[in-house]
């Protein structure tokens, strides 16, 4: 089985529409896709509607958190949607994001960069708005070269000169709202240092003694020396260790699948998981 538990959709920051990318992780060759969109449940119903047969869709998101003055990511499985005060959150984070991005939009001009409001709605659609397109309209402004490069310290890395933050969960609190939903709590990418400061392994101990399911390891922002400390450090603490693609289709160049989890892994996931539960495709037909 290949199976990739990060992707983005047009719901966040990616730029596959939930039905493009559950079809695209198909002709990928992946057996299993989580749609992980950050802090919105939005993609769900489009994404397990167009699901082919042959692919099972994992609902999830990704939850943005802060703990010591550092941000970070949680990734969030198969927990239920309609858990009240969950929703409550997500909704919180989400309504920040637009006075968040304006103010980055603004540092922006500031330092002499011609990038407008408009341009950033444009890119994000009816996405939920973030750093990944105030990227974007670095890149068409010819700025940076990549999206990537935009997550500096120069730019709009945590801290960086344009940055700006946003409301954001307490990660301890994140655990227990997800778990209290039935979800299955796993942390994203946590040694990406590309990305700006991140936290010291004793936080993620603390993590994992709150109840923290697992580590995502096999990233694209993992070197190998940062992924074999992760996976000692996950034998340490009894946590899962999961791989993934963090797929945001073209706006970065990852590939569907080019980091995947281990089936025995992703069967633990689901064991633990009572909020919601694995979605097989039905080709669009109509589920009995």
Known sequence: MRIDLHTHSTASDGTDTPAELVRHAAAA???????????????????????????????????????DGVGLHMLAYLFDPAEPELARERELVRDDRVPRARIMVAKLQELGVPVTWEQVARIAGDGSVGRPHIATALVELGVVETVSDAFTPQWLANGGRAYAEKHELDPFEAIRLVKAAGGVTVFA?????????????SAMAELASAGLDGIEVDHMDHDAPARARLRGLAAELGLLTTGSSDYHGSRKTCRLGEYTTDPEIYGEITRRATGAFPVPGTGGRPRP
């Open 29 to 67: 060759g992946l057996d299993v896709v989580a749609l992980t969109d950050h802090d919105t449940v939005g993609g769900h119903a489009e994404a397990i509607a167009a699901t082919p047969e042959g692919l099972t869709l994992v609902t999830g998101a990704e939850l943005s958190c802060r703990v």
């Open 189 to 201: 990418h946590p040694l990406a240092v590309k990305r700006g400061q991140v936290v010291p392994e």
